[in-house]
């Protein structure tokens, strides 16, 4: 998606809002209130760190533009509420007036209708002027070239896509909620030990896990130790991950390219996680509850009919196991985790029951 407007409409409605700002700032006399409330907010306003440098942020922000789910996740984990929101997809055409149905993850932790602004890498700045937003919230690897821009419109933070502990707390800081995000993280830290002991079980008699991310087997990737929560959370239930032989494992790549030939190299494997994708005619998905079999089902398909897949020791021991890639890799904090802890308990535990 394009951005709806030109550098012009950009320019002229910052001018606007500048004039109207400076209208405002020339009035004649202050009522003590105002100087009082004036003070009031300057004093609450706090210099947050970010990757663009640092932005002042005053008072409660109440209008917050949301570029991904990345971010709405640890927003709503703060349990803060989003004025505006870009997906990474386009799932849905619209505003979200019934986010439950229309947001896949986190719907049902949206408690007020939120406008669409477009596509998460490339919002429509007339949307996002239309919410009046008084802080915005963006990621390093989408929006650092559009930072200039969104600041003019409002206190604007571009945040880390390799390190979500640190947003949820930079995001903490924005919305006063410091010391929720510190809880937050104490209690993911908790859950996840807790995890540990329940697939302790499963992961002596099989410790050695492959993790692959494919749409339907024709191209296959090699999951790293680089992708995030995505093998970090396998690892620290205490998976050891399953690598080609002389495979460089300290590879900056969170995903390697890899062909279904090579797959009898791996058969060393006691378990197999596939992380599907499918974003073609994303905007069928009417209900958030058809996404997993949207997403799963081409792979699925693809790795019953393959006769390499079907040759593997983890076919035949019934060890493979299919979870959409847009979980992990979307969501890398405490609702994430929460869900991809679920999923995983769900599918590998109720295997060695």
Request: glycine share 4%.
């Amino acid at each position: 998606m394009k951005l709806l407007n030109s550098g012009r409409f950009i320019a002229f409605m910052i001018a606007i809002a500048v004039a109207i700002v400076s209208c405002q700032g020339v009035s004649t006399s202050l009522s003590d209130n105002s100087t009082q409330n004036t003070s009031s907010i300057r004093m609450s306003c706090r210099n947050i760190n970010h990757v663009m440098g640092q932005t002042e942020v005053c008072g409660q922000p109440q209008r917050i533009v949301v570029l991904g789910p990345y971010l709405l996740e640890s927003l709503l984990a703060l349990n803060v509420q989003a004025a505006g929101f870009a997906d990474h997809v386009s799932f849905h055409q619209g505003d979200y007036d019934n986010p439950t149905q229309q947001i896949t993850y986190l719907g049902d932790r949206v408690k007020q209708p939120m406008a669409n602004i477009g596509i998460a890498y490339a919002p429509s700045i007339e949307a996002i002027l239309k919410v009046k937003p008084d802080l915005i919230l963006g990621l390093d690897i989408q929006n650092a070239r559009q930072y200039q821009t969104l600041s003019r419109i409002a206190p604007t933070l571009i945040l880390k896509w390799t390190d979500p502990d640190m947003n949820l707390k930079a995001i903490a800081q924005a919305v006063n909620r410091s010391e929720q995000a510190e809880q937050i993280l104490k209690e993911t830290k908790q859950k996840i030990a807790i995890a540990r002991q329940e697939f302790a079980s499963f992961v002596e008699s099989a410790p050695k896990l492959l993790l692959l991310n494919s749409s339907e087997l024709r191209d296959i990737f090699l999951v790293t130790n680089r992708n995030g929560l995505c093998s970090s959370l396998l690892k620290e239930l205490g998976f050891q991950l399953v690598f080609p032989p002389n495979f460089p494992q300290d590879s900056p790549a969170p995903l390697i390219p890899i062909s279904v030939e090579t797959l009898p190299q791996l058969n060393q494997a006691d378990s197999v996680i596939l992380l599907g994708n499918n974003f073609s005619k994303p905007n069928q998905l009417k209900q958030a509850n058809n996404f997993e079999d949207h997403q799963l089902a081409r792979l699925k398909q693809a790795w019953s009919k393959n006769a390499i897949a079907q040759s593997l020791n983890v076919s035949k021991s019934g060890k493979v196991y299919f979870i959409p890639t847009y979980l992990c890799l979307g969501l890398p904090g405490s609702i994430g985790t929460d869900l991809y802890l679920n999923e995983l308990k769900k599918q590998l535990l109720s295997t060695s029951n």
